[in-house]
């Protein structure tokens, strides 16, 4: 079976979005995935400045086949989440944008970068990592 690393993207104010969505994930019965991503109780340490934080945001990225983008309307105007965007699209990663649970608007930013959209349940988000990230 495939390992896929992934870099979840998300506002840290949002954190419990980033929880569940590695719960829906690790849920899934024939699905296994590496997560890269920055969890507030697994920060980067040791970059000071804001180009430092860049480049450890790149590490992170290098490796994965596919960055997930938490839709919701914040990520239109979160620095870090645009930052992700704009990394993952010069590496030429896929984005993949999860619409929030009940949410009927999703960023532009986010819907413009994507790859793909999928829903908020585990179905759909594991069928656009496979299909976009197809060999």
């Known amino acids: ?39 507030p109780h697994n920060p980067i340490v040791g970059a000071r400045t804001d180009k430092q934080l860049t480049e450890a945001i790149e590490n992170k990225i290098r490796p994965c086949s596919a960055v997930l983008i938490m839709a919701g309307m914040y990520a239109s105007y979160s620095k870090w989440i645009n930052k992700e965007i704009e990394i993952a699209q010069r590496m030429g990663k896929v984005i993949i944008a999860i619409k929030p649970f009940g949410a009927e608007r999703i960023s532009a930013v986010v819907r413009n970068a ?18 976009q990230t197809a060999v």
């Open 1 to 39: 079976m495939q390992t896929y690393h992934l870099f979840i993207s998300h506002s840290w104010n949002y954190s419990d979005a980033h929880d569940k969505l590695v719960s829906l994930l690790t849920a899934h019965p024939t699905f296994t995935f590496k997560n890269f991503s920055v969890p």
């Open 114 to 131: 994507a790859h793909a959209e999928c829903a908020w349940n585990t179905a759909s988000i594991v069928s656009a990592i496979r299909a």
